[in-house]
């Protein structure tokens, strides 16, 4: 069998013959390097050259003359389960760059990750799909959705299913400790689980505990899992959350930098925003949430408990420093789609009650019962954003799923995020430079998840490329409307093959399911 030196050896000794060439381009290879003035030859799903290529020939010549020819986007951070079935295209990511995601974030990935990747080659996607294991995923089958610390029993079924996982391919395991059950899990049990994935060359990617009030505590708790297990670990969506926290990123990025000092491989991701998004049921005390709906909507029959919950809601907002739910947004209500892009506060007043925030709280707990709410909350600083940004091991993530044109009302992220950056970040407001921005898009993640072969324009590595306007690059989705694909990308090549042809997609779908193989 051919290694990459003799696969290219003959390749070459065949009369420089390529399938695709991109000419005249400003390549920006990945590593953070300066731009040069370079082709690249592909053949297959493989770069084969790289250089002036005045010699070789190619089926056919894509001209890049006045664009920029990098690596395609990583996005470690996404929630695609469920959505490749309604939009196998994955268009909002493949609009704005992305060529791989990897799911099963925040705790939640599918129960039996062969079976997943066997259908992501089935169903074929336009984007290549990583997954990680989610712990919440791994609690739930062990032991449901219980309020308690995990027997003995259970945790070593926990071990088990973890080792599965990342036998099946995994790349690491996620957590969600704001979420059900997760949030139950005291922190030695997160430990065990991830000495698992540790000994399978495994990451740990962690929704930390807290967001808010106590992220510093969070922070520490994910770093602390790292040093117990050895592992490297990821905290997602890095963020400073609640009014009355702006400005603490310069509280919570020297933890990441000493914790890096000591040694431990911690590092971030983000998103381009001031808003965030994720369920209702964050606005409700956790322990309301266990066992099922069921015994929450149980819970809600009694109204000691249904005041208690009241109560908690509304400190939220009172620790923010605001009046009413203004700030939470709902972007898919299943059991009232006229709600969506209204607010809490918009949402109680249609309903005709009262102007003040036990109705509201009254008006999120009446929609728990209906099922919940997928929400945009709007609760971070600008400032926090760039300077969150301005940390180099910072990688960009949407925190997306794959979205249907037109359905609900959901976070800008999932078009926009890397055209976001690109855009308002580097050309208009310069907080980081476009080499920088490629890097953490590209190379970073590559590095952090172990994608072989990926997240460089090198010769021997996967044809994930993307051809792009540096002037004209931006996002153009909003949350007022937020159905809007990213302009600016021209072309965008996925294991070899063109998809974005000319900005326009062509209808192909050649991504994979990337396993871990270590």
């Known amino acids: 069998m051919l290694g990459v030196a003799g696969y290219l050896f003959v390749l070459a000794a065949t009369a420089q013959q390529a399938d695709i060439i991109i000419k005249n381009g400003k390549l920006i290879d990945g590593t953070g390097n300066n731009w040069q003035y370079k082709d690249i030859a592909i053949v297959k799903n493989k770069i084969v050259a790289i250089g002036q290529l005045k010699d070789w020939k190619a089926t056919r010549e894509i001209n890049a003359k006045g664009l920029i020819i990098a690596p395609g986007f990583i996005d470690v951070h996404a929630h695609i389960e469920g959505g490749e079935l309604r939009n196998p295209e994955a268009s909002n990511f493949i609009y704005d760059g992305v060529t791989t995601v990897v799911t099963g974030n925040c705790g939640g990935s599918a129960d039996n990750l062969n079976t997943y990747f066997k259908s992501i080659d089935s169903i074929g996607t336009s984007i290549n799909v990583a997954s990680l294991i989610g712990h919440n995923t791994i609690r739930k089958q062990a032991m449901g959705t219980a309020n308690r610390n995990a027997t003995e029993e259970e945790l070593v079924k926990m071990e088990f299913l973890a080792q599965q996982a990342m036998n099946d391919g995994a790349v690491g395991m996620s957590t969600g400790l704001i979420y059900i059950p997760g949030t139950y899990a005291p922190t030695e049990e997160v430990v065990r689980l991830a000495k698992v994935i540790a000994g399978n060359g495994g990451v740990y990617a962690s929704h930390i505990r807290y967001e808010e009030d106590k992220v510093v505590d969070a922070v520490n708790e994910a770093i602390q899992i790292g040093r117990a297990a050895n592992i490297p670990v990821e905290i997602s969506h890095y963020k400073v959350s609640g009014q009355n926290n702006w400005g603490r990123s310069k509280e919570t990025i020297p933890l990441i930098e000493n914790a890096r000092k000591e040694g431990i491989d911690v590092t971030i991701d983000q998103y381009p925003y001031t808003a965030s998004s994720t369920n209702l049921g964050v606005l409700l005390p956790d322990w309301v949430l266990a066992d099922g709906q069921d015994s929450i909507l149980a819970r809600f029959k009694n109204q000691d408990i249904r005041e208690r919950v009241r109560a908690h809601s509304i400190g939220i907002i009172k620790k923010r420093g605001l009046k009413h739910f203004g700030y939470a947004v709902v972007a898919n209500y299943k059991a009232d789609s006229t709600y969506n892009g209204k607010s809490i506060e918009e949402i109680n007043l249609l309903r005709g009650n009262k102007h003040n ?23 971070m600083s600008e400032e926090d954003v760039k300077n969150i940004m301005k940390y180099p091991y910072n990688m960009i993530a949407s925190d997306a799923g794959i979205a249907v ?15 976001r950056v690109l855009g308002k970040y580097v050309r208009e407001e310069k907080v980081i430079n476009l080499e920088e921005a490629i890097r953490r898009m590209t190379s970073l993640p590559a590095d952090k998840f172990n994608l072989k072969e990926r997240g460089l324009l090198k010769e021997g590595f996967i044809a994930d490329i993307v051809v792009f306007d540096e002037n004209e690059v931006a996002d153009m989705s909003t949350f007022e409307n937020p159905h809007q694909y990213a302009k600016g990308f021209k072309y965008i090549l996925v294991n070899g093959a063109v998809t974005i042809d000319n900005g326009t997609h062509n209808g192909t779908r050649k991504g994979i399911a990337i396993r871990n193989k270590n």
């Not at 044109?405 to 055209?419: E, I, L």
């Open 405 to 419: 044109m037109g359905s609900g009302k959901p976070h800008p992220r999932a078009y926009g995020t890397n055209s």
């Open 357 to 379: 925030q036990k109705a509201e709280a009254e008006t999120i707990i009446q929609m728990m019962e209906q099922g919940g709410a997928q929400m945009v909350y709007h609760g």
